[in-house]
């Protein structure tokens, strides 16, 4: 043991600030959990608040909303996840067919800036540009003869608004990963490609999506693990009573009655089965697609 420990200290050293991180930020707070069992009082503190068993879980299972969160939750992740994974695939993809240096510098610089404008100046900026009145998307539609939408505040628009407005903020950073796999691809399989008389397309259909498809199986086994976890900033900033039947989902939920309303014991309840679900899903689509194609996390 001490052999191996001198012999990667180096190694060690670089890992472990990582390995801190999650034992402090991650690992750590585990012990709150407690709570989702608790009636949770900060005066009684953590150890000795009453234990009241599986009392909240039943609480959310047994609400009017659950459903309607769980429905929102799922639809929402799975239709971004089936949008903007494949954008980003097909972004990078056709990036990288870019022949001339200084366009494509433009385009990855401005694909990429939208990643850096905080949650708040963009859903601004959302709220600016899909506005009853003024917004640029309704001149475009009243400039082509239609009537303009009051997006939102109405329900059957608020999925598509969040969406779109997330694939636009996020698709050119999601592509680099997928940009440096195409990268690594050996320069001889497209020589070899163009003996054979393949044009651009076929060497895409044929040598770069087969060589990057382990790196996108692996991004995708990850992003269906954060199938449950919407992230609740955004939808919080751009949603209002009007549109809660398709906007409202497990992380606002446990926002407006976990903090909001100082209901802990519910919020850590709902937080630790969105948690789990989370993690059996992770499970099964690692499990089936090491079955099928033999590329898994583990």
Known sequence: MIKVLNRDKYLIL???????FYAVFQYGPMYGLLIAFKNYSAGLGILNSPWVGFKWFENFFNSIF???????TLLIS???????????????LLLNEVVNPRFKKIVQTSSYLPHFISVIVASSMVIQFTSLGDGIINRFIEFFGG??????????WFRTVYIVSGI???FGWNSIIFLAAITGIDQQLYEAATIDGAGRFRKIVSVTLPCIIPTVIILFILEVGNLMDVGYERIILLYN?????????????????????????????VGLFNSVINFIILITFNTFSRRVSEISLW
Request: hydrophobic share 50%; net charge neutral; proline share 4%.
């Open 14 to 20: 670089l890992v472990l600030p990582a390995i801190i």
């Open 66 to 72: 659950f459903f309607r969160i769980l429905r929102n």
């Open 78 to 92: 799975i239709y971004y996840l089936l949008w903007s994974f494949p954008i980003n695939v097909i972004f990078a």
């Open 147 to 156: 009537e303009s939408v009051n997006f939102l505040n109405e329900a059957k």
């Open 168 to 170: 636009w903020q996020h």
């Open 241 to 269: 009573p009007m549109t809660y039947e398709t906007s409202d989902v497990i992380s606002t939920y446990i926002y407006r009655y976990g903090i909001a309303q100082s209901q802990y014991s519910l919020g850590a309840a």
